[in-house]
């Protein structure tokens, strides 16, 4: 049997005390701290293999330690969310004065590069949107889910956790209601059509408890899943023939890009993604086509 020096168990509780800091102080997701407990759990165990004192930690000892999540093949940014966590770790211990200094302090994020996101044509889409048939409950839900996801860019998870009293179908638009902010999100014909239908002639039969409140709901009558979600959008991508990954987060990438295409405002495109920074929706621009960019090369007098 191991028996853990000092220093180990000393880390291990410090590492307890930190975590239960986040979630019970900084009330962090269930998600969050996982994540943080991975992170720092990681860290942990380098720092006993390599006997090193993660009080005494320097400069050197996390630069080595990022150079080993890399020579391990380790992603950027799983390095860089890494590197986040340990700072602050390190930054609860020098709160409460089990450490003197930051060895995080000074050292940068490994720099993470912008993944192109995939994006499907507009007779793609058109072609996707055209199989759920509205002969049966499953096809209503199925066409109404479809042209939402379509029309509001919205994420999963933020599409299957609304209610019913989300969707405003007198004023055709959807309220999300995020952690830090709630949007409002117009709906176009298209998708209030089939929305209506499905509130009207499909949901009121599926749902079995009136008491159950979700916008869209599974044929067992309860809240969709992710994982639900995204098995509707996979079959009918099958149906269509469509030779090109589609998932949900495809179809908002996608609404993004063909209302930048069609000349919509890139701050208006931003505030209906919800993105906090102007920077994650400019990633759109490059999708342009290239005779809005030509236009813009002619006209404008600094192009």
Same mark, same amino acid.
């Given at each position: 049997m191991l028996i853990k020096d000092e220093g180990e168990v000393e880390m291990q509780k410090q590492i307890k005390n930190f975590l239960n800091f986040i979630e019970n102080d900084k009330k962090v997701s269930q998600n969050t701290l996982q994540s943080y407990r991975r992170d720092i759990l990681q860290y942990e165990a380098y720092v006993e293999e390599n006997k090193i004192n993660f009080a005494?930690?320097?400069?050197?000892?996390?630069?080595?330690? !990022?150079?080993? =999540? #890399?020579?391990?093949?380790?992603k950027s940014s799983t390095m860089s969310r890494s590197l986040?966590?340990?700072?602050?770790?390190? /930054?609860? !211990? &020098?709160r409460v004065k089990k450490v003197k200094k930051d060895p995080t302090d000074g050292i940068q994020s490994?720099?993470?590069?912008?993944?192109?996101?995939s994006v499907l044509t507009s007779q793609e889409v058109e072609l996707l949107l055209e199989q759920p048939k509205n002969i049966d409950l499953k096809g209503i839900r199925d066409k109404a889910m479809l042209e939402f996801a379509y029309a509001t860019g =919205?994420?999963?998870t933020e599409i299957i956790s609304l209610n019913i009293e989300d969707a405003n179908l007198e004023e055709g638009y959807v309220t999300c209601k995020g952690k830090?902010?709630?949007? #409002?999100?117009? &709906?176009?014909? !298209?998708s209030l059509k089939a929305l209506k239908d499905y509130v009207e #002639?499909?949901? #009121?039969? &599926?749902?079995?408890d009136e008491n159950v409140k979700a916008l869209f709901v599974n044929t067992n009558g309860q809240?969709?899943?992710? /994982?639900?979600?995204?098995?509707?959008?996979?079959f009918y991508k099958e149906q269509a023939h469509i030779n090109k990954e589609i998932t949900p987060h495809i179809l908002r990438h996608s609404f993004a890009t063909h209302l930048l295409q069609n000349g919509a405002d890139l701050k208006a495109i931003q505030t209906m993604l919800g993105h906090s920074d102007i920077s994650s929706t400019q990633i759109y621009m490059q999708f /342009?086509?290239?005779t809005i960019q030509n236009i813009y090369k002619k006209a404008h007098p600094r192009a």
């Amino acid at each position: 049997m191991l028996i853990k020096d000092e220093g180990e168990v000393e880390m291990q509780k410090q590492i307890k005390n930190f975590l239960n800091f986040i979630e019970n102080d900084k009330k962090v997701s269930q998600n969050t701290l996982q994540s943080y407990r991975r992170d720092i759990l990681q860290y942990e165990a380098y720092v006993e293999e390599n006997k090193i004192n993660f009080a005494k930690a320097d400069e050197e000892t996390i630069k080595d330690y !990022l150079k080993y =999540m #890399n020579d391990i093949g380790k992603k950027s940014s799983t390095m860089s969310r890494s590197l986040a966590s340990i700072r602050s770790f390190y /930054q609860y !211990l &020098l709160r409460v004065k089990k450490v003197k200094k930051d060895p995080t302090d000074g050292i940068q994020s490994p720099k993470i590069e912008k993944r192109v996101p995939s994006v499907l044509t507009s007779q793609e889409v058109e072609l996707l949107l055209e199989q759920p048939k509205n002969i049966d409950l499953k096809g209503i839900r199925d066409k109404a889910m479809l042209e939402f996801a379509y029309a509001t860019g =919205m994420k999963v998870t933020e599409i299957i956790s609304l209610n019913i009293e989300d969707a405003n179908l007198e004023e055709g638009y959807v309220t999300c209601k995020g952690k830090d902010r709630t949007r #409002n999100i117009p &709906l176009g014909s !298209l998708s209030l059509k089939a929305l209506k239908d499905y509130v009207e #002639n499909a949901r #009121n039969i &599926l749902i079995k408890d009136e008491n159950v409140k979700a916008l869209f709901v599974n044929t067992n009558g309860q809240r969709l899943t992710r /994982q639900g979600f995204w098995k509707i959008v996979k079959f009918y991508k099958e149906q269509a023939h469509i030779n090109k990954e589609i998932t949900p987060h495809i179809l908002r990438h996608s609404f993004a890009t063909h209302l930048l295409q069609n000349g919509a405002d890139l701050k208006a495109i931003q505030t209906m993604l919800g993105h906090s920074d102007i920077s994650s929706t400019q990633i759109y621009m490059q999708f /342009q086509d290239a005779t809005i960019q030509n236009i813009y090369k002619k006209a404008h007098p600094r192009a």
